[in-house]
């Protein structure tokens, strides 16, 4: 399968404090992006990296990049409830901007 | 502004009977469409993938077909359901030639009895 993997499958922390979730990739990629699933709803795009690209941020959140280890990390910090939801990575390329989704990370955030 | 829409938000389907999900999209043209499943718990599976009217691409060996019979409209299928067909489908549209960035739209849950 070259579906990529999160780390960890599941994170549970208190509000105020930053979350951190890793993913690992199998494929080359031109981009790297994360999205996020609230219960039961479809994915929501947050945040997109190139391939030559190796830190990006978007408010809270921070996205990092290593294509020589092909891996890709999510922070969010400064947690809030309302950031619980599933956190999916997903690598693109290729004329048709298939996809390919990892495994993701459950995130709940006690407030 | 672009909307995804997907219909019905839930079914429950008896085991062989058909199967017709729904999706369109509003304020764009020539969109790359999507359709995934999702198990319990787990990541999106690509089932179905269309960049152009008449043009499917399947990823998967399965029970269910998709079609495109207009430029914004995708439908996914089945003639027979079986109870592994059960799950969340969810459809995606991308812009053709784009940055790969999908937008999804609410979900179907499927449950088949």
């Known amino acids: 399968s070259q579906q990529g993997e999160e780390d960890p499958q599941a994170l549970s922390i208190q509000e105020g404090e930053n979350a951190t979730m890793n993913c690992s990739y199998k494929?080359?990629?031109?981009?790297l992006q994360w999205y996020r699933q609230n219960s039961g709803r479809g994915l929501v795009h947050l945040i997109l990296?190139?391939?030559?690209?190796r830190e990006k941020h978007s408010g809270r959140l921070r996205v990092t990049l290593d294509t020589s280890k092909k891996s890709s990390s999510l922070l969010i910090t400064a947690s809030r409830a309302a950031d619980t939801a599933s956190y999916f990575c997903?690598?693109?390329?290729?004329?048709?901007?298939?996809?390919?989704f990892g495994t993701g990370t459950l995130l709940a955030v006690q407030p | 502004s672009q909307t995804i829409h997907q219909w019905p938000a839930t079914l429950v389907q008896p085991v062989g009977s058909p199967l017709s999900l729904e999706c369109t999209v509003e304020?764009?043209?020539?969109?790359?469409l999507y359709w995934y499943r999702q198990a319990a718990g787990r990541g999106l599976q690509l089932l179905f993938y269309?960049?152009?009217?008449?043009?499917i691409s399947s990823e998967v060996p399965q029970n269910l077909s998709a079609s495109r019979p207009q430029d914004r409209q995708f439908i996914l299928s089945s003639k027979k359901l079986l109870l592994s067909d059960s799950g969340f489908y969810l459809c995606?549209?991308?812009?053709?030639?784009?940055?790969?960035?999908?937008?999804f739209g609410p979900g179907t849950r499927l449950t088949v009895l």
């Open positions: 997903a690598n693109g390329g290729g004329a048709t901007n298939k996809l390919i």
């Open positions: 995606a549209w991308s812009v053709a030639g784009g940055t790969d960035t999908q937008y």
């Open positions: 269309s960049v152009g009217i008449g043009q």
């Open positions: 494929t080359s990629i031109n981009n």
């Open positions: 304020g764009t043209s020539n969109p790359n």
């Open positions: 990296i190139r391939s030559n690209e």
